[in-house]
């Protein structure tokens, strides 16, 4: 997977990127990430970027030109114009940070994972010129409902996302499919509710907690069934707790589910 990361801060990704597991998927090879400074694609003498908007208001948006060209000379292709647009491959993906796009969840990183190259549009000050929006991008996602002064963060966060579901960044595979936001497998929760309605289980359950050692710790300790060694008693343990910490933390996932199989669990 290539990530193209467009931007007029290429230093900020200098950090984020550097550690941990997407450093070790770097430099084994399974991505490549090329910050991309926005402003060599200006051609004027104060490389401006932005622009007053149309039809006034506070602040600056950034211009299509350098963005397009930006894209252009990444991918080493025009993208047309209005009269005659062209056609991306099919598993390349241009991506516009944006607070009023779609949401990003852990099933858009799934469907990234897939892809063969990312192309990040990471905007500043008001926003990005919309043609941006319509006929450059291909996604316009948000990270969640505030509002942030920048794409960088939102374009690292996605890279994050997406690199530790590609096959051998994380060291054990089954870390991705046992965590927070897993597909429910079609076998556990069942797929009606009591009354016989379809129950949604795409978006998955949150992560079941995690202890480790000391056993005792100030006085609290860790629950008795994780110490007793009976594999089967800890998976139910573990299924329980999710469900309750779905319940309590992200009530608006799986509610009918959740309410299902905790009514058949009995009390806590
Ligand atoms: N005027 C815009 C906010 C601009 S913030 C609005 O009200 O929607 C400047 C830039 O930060 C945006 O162009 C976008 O690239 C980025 N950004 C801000 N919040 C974001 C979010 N929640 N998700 C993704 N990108 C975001």
């Known amino acids: 997977m290539r990530f193209d ?34 402003r060599e694609f200006t051609k004027d003498r104060h ?5 007053r908007p149309f039809g ?40 516009l940070m944006s607070a009023a796009g ?4 852990q099933d858009t990183a799934r469907r990234y994972a897939q892809l ?46 997406v690199t530790r579901l590609l096959p051998g960044a994380l060291g054990n595979e089954a870390s991705s499919q046992n965590e927070s936001f897993r597909v429910l497998e079609r076998a556990e929760p069942p797929s009606v509710s009591a009354t016989g309605k379809p129950l949604s289980a795409d978006r998955g359950l949150l992560d079941y907690p995690h202890y480790t050692r000391p056993a005792d710790f100030r006085g609290w300790q860790v629950p008795e069934v994780l110490i007793g060694g ?6 139910k343990w573990r299924r329980e707790q999710a469900l309750r910490k779905t319940r309590r933390n992200r009530p608006d996932l799986n509610f009918a589910i959740i309410a299902v199989c905790l009514r058949r669990a009995g009390p806590a």
């Open 102 to 105: 779609k949401r990003f969840t």
């Open 56 to 95: 006034g208001g506070e602040g600056m948006v950034l211009k299509p030109e350098p963005l397009f060209e930006a894209v252009e000379f990444l991918l080493g292709e025009s993208i047309g114009d209005a009269a005659a647009k062209r056609a991306l491959e099919p598993k390349t993906a241009i991506v």
């Open 116 to 161: 063969d190259r990312m192309l990040f549009i990471c905007g500043r000050y008001e926003g990005v010129d919309e043609r941006v929006a319509e006929h450059l991008a291909t996604e316009e996602v948000s990270i969640g409902d505030f509002v942030l002064s920048g794409g960088e963060l939102p374009a690292a966060l996605m890279v994050d996302a």
């Open 5 to 38: 990361l467009i931007t007029i801060f290429p230093e900020f990704f200098a950090g984020p990127l550097e550690h941990g597991i997407v450093r070790k998927a770097r430099e084994a090879g399974l991505i490549q990430i090329h910050v991309q400074d926005l």
């Open 230 to 235: 009976n594999h089967a008693e800890v998976a």
């Open 47 to 51: 490389r401006s970027v932005d622009d």
